[in-house]
């Protein structure tokens, strides 16, 4: 098993991190991960309402060097665009079809999948087939995306964070995201808070090439916003390995 991280710096679980790249498939894409949290800015507030989202569309553009990310330009921030900004930073390249745009919705596009209720990321990743999404703690490394739930509740009216896995130990779980009420940093939770974890490890990012051949909108997504779910759903529609 990994070693668990509780009160380590970033930079260490940077560090950790590299020096497993050829433990794991797929950790190199984790390692670009840390990387570009450790570029995030700090602060800047939580707020989740529509005016925040259409912040995004002026942090992030494509240029002739690849994507390109200024996440100063999305403060206040909330925790699926943040991670949405990091995703960008760590792919470095890709297509328009990457970028939000304004009054994006929910289940439509790239970033509509990602921001979707319930397991969006989780379902974009396992649609793309650019990663595997599962459970378990102990298969955990830094640098994945982990969606929490904080109650039973999945769809139109959960209560949960998607946030960069940095580590856990037998009582706490320590992330990196946009945070109530800070904005931009990282958090550590006791793990008995988690009603129900996904985590998602990003194994093939090439696959991400294929994002503007997707359906304009994925339905399921976006009822998600609106309609209640199981976790027998997710499992199906996700691939998660139990």
């Known amino acids: 098993m990994w070693i668990k991280f509780a009160g380590v710096t970033l930079g260490a679980v940077v560090a950790i991190s590299c020096a497993h790249v050829?433990?794991?498939?797929?950790s190199d894409f984790n390692v670009k991960v840390l990387a570009a949290v450790r570029t995030m800015p700090a602060g800047g507030g939580y707020d989740g309402s529509d005016a925040t989202k259409n912040l995004l569309p002026g942090a992030c553009s494509l240029t002739d060097q690849?994507?390109?990310?200024?996440?100063?330009?999305?403060?206040?921030?909330?925790?699926?665009?943040?991670t949405y900004l990091v995703l960008l930073k760590a792919l470095g390249h890709g297509s328009e079809a990457l970028l939000p745009v304004v009054d994006h919705q929910d289940g439509h596009g790239v970033f509509g999948r990602w921001n979707a209720n319930g397991p969006g990321s989780a379902k974009l990743v396992a649609d793309l087939r650019a990663g595997r999404n599962f459970t378990s703690w102990d298969e955990a490394r830094p640098g994945d995306f982990l969606k929490i739930w904080w109650t039973d509740r999945i769809g139109g009216r959960e209560r949960g964070h998607l946030v960069v896995y940095l580590g856990h130990d037998a009582e706490s779980l320590r992330f990196w995201s946009s945070n109530q009420p800070g904005g931009y940093g990282t958090k550590?939770?006791?793990?008995?808070?988690?009603?129900?974890?996904?985590?998602?490890?990003?194994?093939?990012?090439?696959?991400?090439?294929a994002a503007g051949r997707l359906p304009a909108v994925d339905p399921w997504l976006a009822r998600m916003l609106r309609d209640d779910f199981t976790w027998e759903e997710v499992v199906a529609k996700c691939d998660v390995a139990e």
């Open 22 to 26: 050829a433990a794991d498939e797929g």
């Open 66 to 82: 690849g994507l390109r990310v200024d996440a100063r330009q999305a403060k206040p921030s909330f925790c699926s665009g943040a």
């Open 188 to 209: 550590s939770v006791p793990r008995s808070d988690c009603r129900r974890v996904l985590f998602t490890r990003i194994t093939r990012p090439d696959q991400f090439a």
